[in-house]
């Protein structure tokens, strides 16, 4: 079967747009209607006028889709797949968390589960992350659940910041030594690096942002040589939009295997049988939004 001719017609006939988050395989980025980090797509998702979602990307961010857009059908190919960052904190935590420090206003990642989100003040991204805890500088803080961000913006700007011990592995488990030997091996190669890795890293980087950051940095460089330093899904659209330029993976490790295990089969499945559908209760549905739109009104 041509599964790219299939998935076309299936959209139009349903009224269905795909979106691909930029860490996904290359012939899922090549397929969907719009690329994009995870707020990005469900801005994308809410604002379209088609009534099917399919979502390529993992639980939360089909979440978000859905808590911004209730009235469509969201579905994601290959059942519900996890994020190790968003399971890093459960809603038992955070209430006892809350309990414990009432002063502290809650901030969360979007890389967050919904019932997390419902129990937050204001959502963030690694896009508008700083300039919103920059509106919350002199309030006590709990950013959850990424400890390399928060640790990142209370020692760039001193904020009065609890951090959560969670992280995203994939970038975590960057070191020091990676970029020392990538630079002796590509000495006028340029690092950028995701914050999401550890804080000393950033500090040896020439630029550390969000995955888009990182591609318009590129996009605008004129420079001819990059180490990049986040999931090797990016290199697709980096290569495809610059295509003279040259990209080395801080580490071949660069890979997170949740966001590579959907297939075209699997797009195909998931039109044709409109599964998997995801729902959020109503109620946390409604809290988490009230967090999500916090997080507009201060980006
Ligand atoms: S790359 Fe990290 S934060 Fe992103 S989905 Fe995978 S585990 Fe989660």
């Known amino acids: 079967m041509n599964y790219i001719e299939e998935i076309n017609k299936l959209k139009k006939e349903k009224n269905a747009i795909i979106l691909a988050h930029y860490y996904q395989k290359d012939e899922i980025q090549d397929i969907a209607d719009y690329l994009g980090d995870?707020?990005?797509?469900?801005?994308?998702?809410?604002?379209?006028?088609?009534?099917?979602?399919?979502?390529?990307?993992?639980?939360?961010?089909?979440?978000?889709?859905?808590?911004?857009?209730?009235?469509?059908?969201?579905?994601?190919?290959?059942?519900?797949?996890?994020?190790?960052?968003?399971?890093?904190i459960t809603s038992k935590e955070l209430i006892e968390y809350k309990k414990k420090n009432p002063d502290r206003v809650i901030i969360s990642y979007v890389n967050t589960n919904a019932d997390i989100k419902a129990l937050s003040d204001c959502c963030v991204t690694s896009s508008n992350a700083l300039k919103i805890l920059e509106h919350y500088k002199d309030k006590k803080i709990l950013y959850c659940p990424d400890k390399n961000l928060a640790n990142y913006a209370a020692k760039t700007y001193g904020y009065d910041i609890d951090f959560w011990n969670g992280n995203c592995n994939i970038h975590d488990n960057l070191t020091v030594d990676d970029v020392i030997k990538m630079k002796e091996l590509h000495p006028n190669a340029l690092v950028l690096i995701h914050p999401e890795a550890r804080y000393e890293l950033t500090q040896l980087a020439d630029y550390a942002g969000s995955t888009k950051g990182i591609i318009d940095y590129v996009n605008k460089s004129d420079k001819d040589?990059?180490?990049?330093?986040?999931?090797?899904?990016?290199?697709?659209?980096?290569?495809?939009?610059?295509?003279?330029?040259?990209?080395?993976?801080?580490?071949?490790?660069?890979?997170?295997?949740?966001m590579k295990l959907i297939s075209l089969e699997d797009v195909y499945n998931c039109l044709k049988n409109e599964e998997f559908e995801i729902t959020v209760d109503e109620s946390i549905r409604k809290d988490a939004q009230k967090a999500l739109d916090k997080m507009l009104e201060l980006s």
């Open 225 to 258: 040589e990059f180490i990049i330093g986040t999931e090797r899904g990016i290199l697709h659209e980096l290569k495809k939009k610059n295509p003279n330029k040259k990209f080395y993976l801080l580490n071949e490790c660069l890979t997170c295997k949740f």
């Open 38 to 88: 995870s707020y990005n797509l469900s801005v994308i998702a809410k604002k379209s006028d088609a009534k099917i979602i399919v979502f390529c990307g993992v639980k939360f961010m089909g979440e978000t889709a859905k808590i911004l857009s209730p009235d469509k059908k969201v579905l994601m190919p290959h059942k519900v797949l996890p994020c190790k960052m968003a399971n890093d």
